[in-house]
């Protein structure tokens, strides 16, 4: 079973930034990529940004040119940096995972946290 804790949310203001970080652990082989997804109240939950473990990066259209995903020597970590906030990314962010573990592949989501961007 693999475990994701996230932290990094928060309240800020619009135009500020906040970085989240989310780091697995458990019994993982090895981690075909890892992503945040977001989901805003009364809304479906869609993807904000995809690291594959080769590096490529995937973004939603909304967030490209202000947000970042990147990972940490422990490629296990993985980071979003968010730019320019606006009131519109307000939701809450979830970590995912997709991995191959001992009994096979997996994907496992992280518990949430809140990102309010108001002013």
């Known amino acids: 079973q693999v475990q994701l804790v996230e932290s990094g949310g928060g309240l800020v203001q619009p135009g500020g930034s906040l970085r989240l970080s989310c780091a697995a652990s458990g019994s993982i082989v090895s981690i075909n990529a890892m992503g945040w997804y977001r989901q805003a109240p009364g809304k479906q939950r869609e993807m904000v940004a995809v690291l594959a473990s080769g590096g490529s990066t995937t973004y939603a259209d909304s967030v490209k040119g202000r947000f970042t995903i990147s990972r940490a020597n422990a490629k296990n970590t993985v980071f979003l940096q968010m730019n320019s906030l606006k009131p519109e990314d307000t939701a809450v962010y979830y970590c995912?995972?997709?991995?191959w573990g001992p009994g096979g592949r997996g994907g496992s989501w992280g518990q949430g946290t809140q990102v309010t961007v108001s002013s």
């Open positions: 995912n995972t997709d991995y």
